[in-house]
């Protein structure tokens, strides 16, 4: 359907399309998922690890269980439902020589140069349909081999004379480190992030590689589980910013789960009175912003009161443009807020909260905390590590029961 608003004089016909997904039958003021959830049948896998919390979630290994330059046989187990990421990685300082396997669109790609030019061995079909498979990708000098479940999918060879791969430690599972990841964009066609699922079975001409030199953001895998922070009913935040300025202009884009009909998604209020304020009312979005002279806000009502706690993911962005702020829920654009001319400024330095305030916080209209869970936070279009902030209450930063 179409709906009609105007913003400096002028009219704009814009397109609002209803939210993805079909949501659950829920009434009145129930929601689709306990604000509790049974976390009791859990389901730890713990011979698995659930790897994409975060883009450099990762395993790095200092050794390897056996020799790989002239010939090897990789082979490791995984489960996604996402687009992908980076499965494993290896490569010298100059990134000319590497090996790696990694995921893009459900598709897997071998890739590998042994110093000549590089072969990449891609999938024709895709594999990100939540079951386990069996990746082995082996090479015998400059010719390479793709086999999924037991199935030749790929093959081919390097370009040139080189034979032998010549690389460094330390060697990546399931995604890089921040500079390597720059480092290795064109050898990886640009997918850099950690891989989005569950890994296992990590092995190398038949060895077992054995327990990580180090782990960075992953936990064990779970049937009952999702990426994500999750916020109990019982309460808590995270502070990500001590010093956070909202300035002229700020685009914030966030998927929430909601359990409940309220609570504060982000907030951060100065204390002079300004400030900034993202949160669930009663079942509505409301985007809130004052500028210092009044408030501006946007705010969306769903068909149904409770259509944002159906326990489906929504997709809010939130837009401040100076004296303006707009809003989108699941593609359907609301009726923008306008505030006064000339007034353009949030000044803020001070405290961003997610998921919560504390108990002192004015400037918010509900004074519950948020229930359910919350995931891929940007700002200004920079994806957030929930990780790095402090937590306060009940808050499991790396991952989301789904039920």
């Known amino acids: 359907m179409f709906g009609l608003f105007s913003l400096g004089g002028e009219s704009f016909l814009v397109y609002v399309s209803p939210p993805d997904g079909t949501p659950s039958k829920v009434t009145g003021d129930q929601c ?8 009791t049948d859990a389901d730890e896998d713990t011979s698995s690890t659930r790897f994409g919390s975060q883009p450099t979630s990762r395993y790095e290994y200092q050794t390897l269980p056996d020799n790989f330059r002239t010939k090897s046989n990789f082979s490791l187990e995984f489960k996604t439902n996402e687009n992908g990421g980076v499965l494993f990685f290896m490569a010298d300082v100059r990134h000319v020589d590497f090996v790696a396997l990694t995921m893009d669109n459900g598709q897997l790609t071998h890739a590998f140069d042994c110093g000549t030019g590089p072969a990449r061995l891609t999938s024709p079909l895709q594999y990100n349909d939540n079951v386990w498979h069996k990746v082995t990708f082996w090479r015998n000098n400059m010719r390479g081999h793709l086999y999924v479940d037991g ?3 790929a093959e081919g060879e390097s370009p040139g004379t080189a034979k032998s791969i010549n ?3 330390p ?6 480190t921040e500079e390597k990841r720059g480092k290795a964009m064109a050898n990886l066609n640009d997918m850099t992030d950690s891989f989005k699922g569950c890994l296992r079975n990590m092995a190398l001409n038949g060895q077992d590689f054995g327990l990580p030199s180090d782990n960075f953001f992953t936990q064990p895998c779970s049937a009952n589980a999702e990426l994500g922070s999750f916020f109990y009913s019982d309460g808590g935040y995270i502070k990500l910013k001590d010093n956070f300025v909202v300035g002229l202009d700020l685009e914030i884009s966030v998927e929430i789960k909601p359990r409940t ?4 998604i982000l907030s951060v209020v100065s204390d002079r009175g300004d400030y900034l304020v993202l949160q669930l009312e009663n079942g509505k979005i409301s985007f809130r912003v004052d500028n210092g002279q009044e408030e501006i806000h946007s705010v969306y009502t769903p068909p149904g ?3 944002l706690c159906n326990g489906l993911w929504h997709t809010i962005t939130a837009i401040k443009a100076k004296n303006v702020v707009t809003l989108t829920v699941d593609d359907v654009y609301t009726y923008p807020g306008i505030g006064k001319p000339g007034v353009s400024s949030t000044d803020t330095n001070d405290p961003l909260y997610i998921g919560g305030v504390p108990a002192t916080h004015t400037g918010i209209k509900t004074t519950e905390q948020y229930v359910g869970c919350i995931r891929n936070l940007q700002l200004d279009q920079v994806l957030q590590n929930l990780e790095t902030g402090d937590t306060y209450g009940h808050v499991n930063k790396n991952a989301c029961p789904s039920a």
């Open 261 to 264: 009909m309220s609570g504060v």
């Open 305 to 307: 009161k409770n259509d």
């Open 167 to 169: 690389v460094l430690e």
């Open 171 to 176: 060697y990546y599972v399931g995604g890089l």
């Open 32 to 39: 689709a998922l306990p604000a509790e959830p049974d976390e």
């Open 151 to 153: 199935v030749k999918v």
